[in-house]
């Protein structure tokens, strides 16, 4: 079995760019990125 835990949640993002022919894209700053301890393609719920 597998589960799946939130790590975290970007809180008051603004939205700069939108890309209506691919739902569920996301661009992070990579400087805020390292701040959250994300990695690049890590998935998260």
């Known amino acids: ?3 799946h835990l939130l790590k975290g949640k970007l ?3 603004s ?3 939108a ?3 691919y739902e569920g894209s996301l661009t992070i700053d990579h400087d805020l990125m390292d701040k ?3 990695l690049p ?3 998260n719920i």
């Open 19 to 21: 890309n209506v022919e």
């Open 1 to 3: 079995m597998q589960i």
């Open 11 to 13: 809180h008051r993002a």
């Open 15 to 17: 939205v700069t760019d």
């Open 41 to 43: 393609f890590e998935r």
């Open 36 to 38: 959250l301890r994300l």
